[in-house]
């Protein structure tokens, strides 16, 4: 089976070849989308495996149905940009990456820390030579609550990880989890944990029920003051409320690695286009605002996971093997 490799990174390519040589596979590397332009040109019976995130609906995957294309893989933890009901309807199976959630759970640490020392007006200060003190007062995390929402595989190992930092912690998942309750509360409701949090870290799947969980009236319910953390997915904050938050200094820092309607631009550089996504270009010019560009999963670690994780998937899938990965 011939296996397509689109949005291939330069970081990627090392793994890709390792793979080729190691279990003899044909993969064709592309730095190309897959897209409804490419896909009347791939090999029929091939598979791919896709790092874009780009939507993949009803149209999408009737045409890969077209070219009996029946196995996709995305480099990435998450899918809500694959429309799962769709590929069930044409018969292609779905499978998503994985690899440690220390990479996101290290992250967030070091943007629950970089809110709360105000790092960004230092680094700006630097840069001009301004050794001033004036407005960097910080915040200690060891006397503050952090709240975190979503106590999967990175929630978990976030509250593991500050635990070691002596600070409260409450907890908030449809499923609470025996092993979490080592190191935090689990609190019953949302609104516990949005009154008692001085710093909220969010960690859920995005999907119907988690779509801008955080809005103008979860924010209402917040700490004056309340530092906020995305480094999960985008819509699961309301980006106009995160500006009125700003504005209103409800919000006392964000920190960012994704946002709403990122998927034109993530991962690009665009510095010498006009930006149009006005919310962000607004957003990232406060002092208070970190935002990053979805790099929180970017380790040496991860990326090698995710291609092989996005290889051997398709591989195990084609020979009707279990593959824990495997979503329809
Ligand atoms: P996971 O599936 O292990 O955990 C998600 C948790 O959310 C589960 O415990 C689930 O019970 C909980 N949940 C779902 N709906 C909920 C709701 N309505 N209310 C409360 N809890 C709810 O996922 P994960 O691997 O820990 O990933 C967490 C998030 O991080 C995902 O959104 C993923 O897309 C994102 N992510 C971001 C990056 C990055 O680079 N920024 C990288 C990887 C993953």
Same mark, same amino acid.
């Given at each position: ?21 190691? +279990? ?8 190309? &989308? ?10 029929? /019976? &091939? ?16 045409? %890969?149905?077209?070219?009996? $294309? ?9 899918? !809500? ?7 069930? +309807? ?68 976030? $509250?593991?990880? %500050? ?7 409450? *907890? ?17 409701? %949302? ?6 949090? !001085? ?7 995005? /999907?119907? &029920? ?6 103008? /009236?979860?924010?209402? +319910?917040? +700490? ?13 904050? !309301?980006?106009?409320?995160?500006? *009125? ?23 690009? /550089?665009?510095?010498? !286009?006009?930006? &149009? ?5 607004? %957003? ?45």
């Amino acid at each position: 089976m011939k296996i397509y490799a689109f949005d291939v990174r330069d970081d990627e390519r090392q793994y890709f070849e390792q793979l080729k040589k190691e +279990k003899g596979l044909d993969i064709q590397l592309r730095t190309d &989308s897959l897209t409804m332009d490419t896909i009347p040109f791939l090999e029929e /019976n &091939s598979a791919v495996t896709i790092l874009g995130m780009e939507k993949y609906g009803e149209a999408e995957m009737k045409a %890969l149905a077209a070219k009996k $294309i029946y196995y996709l893989s995305t480099r990435t933890i998450g899918y !809500d940009h694959i429309d799962l009901e769709a590929a069930k +309807k044409y018969g292609i199976h779905v499978a998503n990456a994985a690899y440690g959630p220390e990479s996101v759970a290290d992250y967030t640490i070091m943007m629950i820390l970089l809110c709360l020392r105000p790092y960004k007006q230092a680094l700006w200060r630097m840069q001009v030579n301004d050794f001033s003190l004036g407005g960097l007062i910080g915040r200690e995390i060891h006397d503050l609550t952090i709240g975190v929402i979503g106590t999967g595989r990175i929630g978990s190992t976030v $509250i593991r990880e %500050l635990s070691g930092f002596g600070c409260k912690i409450i *907890a908030y998942d449809k499923y609470p989890k025996e092993e979490v309750k080592k190191y935090a509360a689990y609190v019953d409701t %949302l609104d516990e944990l949005y009154k008692e949090a !001085d710093v909220i870290t969010i960690h859920t799947v995005l /999907n119907d &029920s988690t779509y801008h969980m955080i809005d103008g /009236n979860a924010i209402a +319910k917040m +700490k004056d003051g309340v530092v906020l953390v995305n480094c999960a997915r985008g819509p699961l904050m !309301d980006m106009s409320a995160l500006i *009125a938050g700003i504005e209103s200094e409800k919000i006392g820092a964000l920190g960012l690695d994704t946002v709403e309607n990122e998927q034109s631009y993530v991962h690009q /550089n665009r510095k010498t !286009d006009i930006f &149009s996504d006005r919310d962000i270009a607004y %957003l990232k010019q406060f002092k208070n605002v970190i935002y990053t560009q979805h790099m929180a999963f970017y380790t040496e670690e991860a990326v090698r996971s995710m291609v092989e994780a996005g290889v051997l998937s398709l591989v195990d899938m084609n020979q009707g093997k279990e593959t824990r990965l495997q979503l329809v």
